[in-house]
């Protein structure tokens, strides 16, 4: 069975940083491209970012380009996402999730989530 | 920038009842990328539907999509009482706003 387990959320003030992990099991990790979604209360999901399976390639949306950094590591079938100069606008649920095709964002499995708050 | 645009915002039915969900983009669109997912109160989406009409795995047959150009549809043939939830479009990277489907 598919399981992905994000962790790392958290309350932090403006301007800081925060380190997301995602633990998978269940399948072959290092085949499959991964993404980073986030959704805000009330709000319809917003994609991040996704990553190669060999970690050799990467794409941000343009709202987290220069802050936001999607990584892997295959030895640990470990997905990260290192968030810095945080903002009130980056409080949401955070997600990650395996992609069903190759450089496809349809995304077919899903954690359950870790909530980031962004407040002093 | 492909904007999208679903309706209506919330569909009220009763079990056993078909919806019908739209979904228009801003511009003509390739059908290849076109997702349609679910989400119930607390739980994570989940992917219902890829390619505009490719079922995902585990997902039952009372679930399809159709479309081309800008208008597509997600049809629910006969609603169960699990159906009850929000549900997105998503062209490439981009999501819709939702619409929610509820118990009239």
């Known amino acids: 069975e598919v399981q992905l387990v994000e962790s790392g959320g958290g309350l932090v003030q403006p301007g800081g940083s925060l380190r997301l992990s995602c633990g998978a099991s269940g399948f072959t990790f290092s085949a499959y491209w991964m993404s980073w979604v986030r959704q805000a209360p009330g709000k319809g999901p917003e994609w991040l970012a996704h990553i190669r399976p060999d970690g050799s390639g990467t794409k941000h949306a343009e709202s987290v380009k220069g802050r936001f950094t999607i990584s892997r590591d295959n030895t640990k079938n470990s997905l990260y996402l290192q968030m810095n100069d945080l903002r009130a606008g980056d409080t949401a649920v955070y997600y990650c999730a395996r992609e069903l095709v190759g450089g496809v964002v349809d995304l077919e499995s899903w954690g359950q989530g870790t909530l980031v708050t962004v407040s002093s | 920038e492909i904007v999208l645009t679903q309706s209506p915002g919330t569909l009220s039915l009763s079990p056993g009842e078909r919806a019908a969900l739209s979904c228009r983009t801003s511009q003509s669109v390739s059908s290849h990328s076109l997702a349609w997912y679910q989400q119930r109160p607390g739980q994570a989406p989940r992917l219902l539907i890829y390619a505009t009409s490719s079922r995902a795995t585990g997902i039952p047959d009372r679930f399809s999509g159709s479309g081309s150009g800008t208008d597509f549809t997600l049809t629910i043939r006969r609603l169960e009482p699990e159906d009850f939830a929000v549900y997105y479009c998503?062209?490439?990277?981009?999501f819709g706003p939702g619409t929610e489907v509820e118990v009239k």
């Open positions: 998503q062209w490439e990277t981009t």
